[in-house]
C-alpha cells in the first residue's frame, strides 16, 4: 500500500470519528434537553384519558408516544409485551397518541372507540397485524383498518356515531399537544418513569426498565 492511499484512508478514518462522536454529542444534547423538558411538563405523560396496560399501581411506568400507521411500533408491541410480561407486577404500559402519519388520527379514533366497547386491545392487535394491508404512507386505505376492527369483534355501527363525538377530537388534540411540548418528533418515544432512552432500541428500552425496576425494589 503506497504512503498516498494510506493517507486518504487515514483522512476517511478521521472523518467516521469525528462524524461518529459528533453524532453522539447531539444526540446527548437532544436527550438532555427533552428531559429537562420532560422534568418541567410531568403532568404531559400521563392523563386520565390515555389507554394504560397491566397494573395501576406499578411502580414502573413506560411511557409510549404512538403511531398506529408506524411500522416502527407495530415492531415494538411485541417486544413491550414481552417486558412487561417479565415484570407483570412491577411496570404498566400507557399509549400516548402520535398521529403523524396520513390517517392515522382516524385510527387513533378507532381505537379510542373500541376501548369504549371494552375492546381496545383485541382490536389494537388486529389492527396493527393488519397494518401493511391498510398504512400505505403515500395513500392509506383507512377503511380496510374499520373493516378488520369489525372482524376483531368491534360494534361498527356504535364505533362510528363515538368516532364523530366532540370529545374523541379533544383528546385527540391534548395529546398532540403534549407531545409538541414535550419536544417527542417521532415514533415510537419511549419515556420510562420520565426518563428518555439514552439511544433507540429494544435492548435499551430493557436496561432502561430493569434499571427503573431494581430502584424500585431498593
Not at 498516498?4 to 447531539?26: P, Q
Not at 427533552?34 to 410531568?42: F, G, M, R, S
Request: proline share 6%.
Amino acid at each position: 500500500m503506497n504512503a498516498k492511499k494510506s493517507t486518504v484512508i487515514g483522512l476517511v478514518a478521521l472523518v467516521s470519528l469525528f462524524f461518529y462522536l459528533g453524532m453522539n454529542a447531539y444526540q446527548k444534547r437532544v436527550q438532555n434537553a427533552q428531559e429537562v423538558q420532560v422534568k418541567a411538563e410531568q403532568t404531559r405523560l400521563v392523563r386520565m384519558h390515555s389507554p394504560v396496560f397491566g397494573p395501576q399501581a406499578a411502580p414502573v411506568t413506560i411511557v409510549e408516544f404512538f403511531d398506529p400507521a408506524c411500522e416502527t411500533c407495530r415492531a415494538f408491541y411485541p417486544i413491550v409485551k414481552n417486558l412487561m410480561a417479565q415484570y407483570p407486577n412491577d411496570v404498566r404500559l400507557v399509549i400516548r397518541y402520535a398521529p403523524f402519519h396520513q390517517g392515522s388520527d382516524r385510527v387513533v379514533k378507532l381505537l379510542e372507540a373500541a376501548k369504549t366497547q371494552g375492546k381496545y386491545q383485541t382490536v389494537l392487535e388486529a389492527v396493527l397485524a393488519a397494518q401493511p394491508s391498510w398504512a400505505d404512507h403515500g395513500q392509506p386505505n383507512i377503511e380496510v383498518a374499520f373493516q378488520v376492527a369489525e372482524q376483531a369483534g368491534l360494534d361498527l355501527v356504535k364505533a362510528r356515531q363515538d368516532i364523530e363525538k366532540p370529545g374523541m377530537q379533544a383528546l385527540l388534540q391534548q395529546d398532540i399537544e403534549d407531545l409538541t411540548a414535550l419536544q417527542v418528533t417521532k415514533t415510537p418515544t419511549f419515556f420510562v418513569n420520565g426518563r428518555s432512552l439514552p439511544s433507540f432500541g429494544p435492548e435499551q428500552l430493557a436496561r432502561l426498565v430493569a434499571e427503573e425496576v431494581d430502584k424500585a425494589k431498593k
